[in-house]
């Protein structure tokens, strides 16, 4: 055999034997499950929201990650690993949620995540842990009242890859929706008057409205958003023990807690 075909030979088989050892040490931390994931690492990565008052919102001061979404994080790691501050916090959108946690980047979303059949194609949640619904955020002096005053010139906006965008266009088929890459920037574009409206759930409008008083929230809401946390597909080991930290923190007392710090009054 000639030394070129030898080395060709020599090279397929090494690449043979790394691609089979890299499968193996995938399917290993594939079948390691997320639990064992974050005791290696000492951490869990939690895939929150940045620009969101009340439920996940970064302090460009002082660097912390603070609100409701934080608080039940924070109390998930504290189950896994014995300690509330074994915890990252990761930057995530509505639209980079689901693709971050699918590729590993993050081990759970706590992201005011709605609960819908379509993203549990994708990914498993764990039980209800806070439910809103989807309202509207005009500025005080708006004629707008309800969705039913939207005309069809009235451009209302909203983030990309949520339930929001998704709602409003079946709710009010001819509006004009304008998706923003997330809440923050959407909010801009309200203030500098791009659009009628801002379209998400009433809680987190109530954030909005809460930074800037030229804004109001409208009462009525059009639409139901349970939040769940989302975990990998089949994760169910981690997936129950959310759910595990979910109700302690319910029987104890502490959801209510921190409900209360972030919402402003009890649950009903
Ligand atoms: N809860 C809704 C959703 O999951 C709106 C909030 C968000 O975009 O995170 O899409």
Redesign the pocket.
């Known amino acids: 055999m000639k030394l070129w075909s030898k080395m060709i030979g020599l090279s397929l088989v090494a690449a043979f034997v790394v691609s089979a050892l890299m499968g193996c040490a995938k399917q290993a931390s594939e079948a390691e499950g997320t639990i064992a994931k974050i005791k290696k690492q000492g951490k869990i990565i939690a895939g929150v929201?940045y620009d969101?008052n009340l439920?996940g919102l970064k302090d460009p001061a002082s660097g912390q990650v603070q609100g409701l979404d934080i608080d039940i994080a924070k109390q998930i790691a504290k189950k896994v690993l014995g300690d509330e501050h074994a915890i990252e916090f990761m930057e995530v959108?509505?639209k980079t949620?689901i693709p971050m946690l699918k590729n590993g980047d993050i081990d759970m979303i706590v992201?005011?995540?709605?609960i819908?059949e379509e993203?549990k194609k994708e990914i498993d949640f764990s039980d209800v842990y806070f439910t809103?619904g989807?309202s509207l955020l005009v500025p005080v002096d708006s004629t707008i009242n309800s969705i039913k005053d939207l005309t069809k010139d009235a451009k209302v906006l909203?983030?990309k890859?949520?339930?929001?965008?998704?709602n409003v266009r079946e709710a009010v088929p001819d509006a004009q929706v304008m998706e923003f890459e997330n809440?923050a920037e959407a909010f801009t574009a309200l203030k500098a008057g791009q659009g009628a409206a801002l379209t998400?759930?009433n809680a987190?409008l109530y954030g909005m409205a809460q930074q800037d008083r030229k804004f109001r929230v409208l009462e009525e809401t059009f639409t139901k958003?349970p939040?769940g946390i989302g975990v990998r597909k089949g994760d169910e080991e981690f997936a129950k023990l959310i759910n595990e930290t979910l109700k302690e923190l319910q029987d104890n007392g502490q959801y209510v807690d921190i409900y209360e710090k972030w919402i402003g009054k009890k649950p009903n």
């Open positions: 929201k969101l439920f959108t509505s949620r992201a005011t995540m709605t819908t993203r809103a989807q909203t983030a890859g949520s339930t929001s965008a998704k809440y998400t759930d987190l958003e939040y």
